[in-house]
């Protein structure tokens, strides 16, 4: 059974960085797709970053520029780099671990907050 547990969140001022790890668990990682989506107050869950097995990405346009997605297989681990945070960033953001056949499993969610 997947684990995944995220880390990393907080509040930070606009303009700053923030880098959210979420580490894996219970699985074999590198046949899995990670990514992360993060949900705003009153909102729909959304897709922010994900990044396949093989390393390939794609953004969200509203993060593009900004934010990079990043793996490191030897560690379990996924991060997620934001900078130049928006106030529009606000939002719990969760870690995602998706293969077409073993089924999709997440994390417990870590509170980003962008504000002065």
């Known amino acids: 059974q997947v684990q995944l547990v995220e880390s990393g969140g907080g509040l930070v001022q606009p303009g700053g960085s923030l880098r959210l790890s979420c580490t894996f668990s219970?699985?074999?990682?590198?046949?899995?797709?990670m990514g992360w989506y993060r949900q705003a107050p009153g909102k729909q869950r959304e897709l922010v970053a994900r990044?396949?097995?093989?390393?390939?990405?794609d953004y969200a346009d509203s993060v593009k520029g900004r934010f990079t997605i990043s793996r490191d297989n030897a560690k379990n681990t996924v991060y997620l780099q934001m900078n130049n945070l928006k106030p529009e960033d606000t939002a719990v953001y969760y870690c995602?671990?998706?293969?077409?056949?073993?089924?999709?499993?997440w994390g417990q969610g870590t509170q980003v907050t962008v504000s002065s």
């Open positions: 219970g699985s074999v990682f590198t046949i899995y797709t």
């Open positions: 990044i396949t097995s093989d390393g390939r990405t």
């Open positions: 995602n671990a998706n293969n077409w056949a073993r089924g999709t499993s």
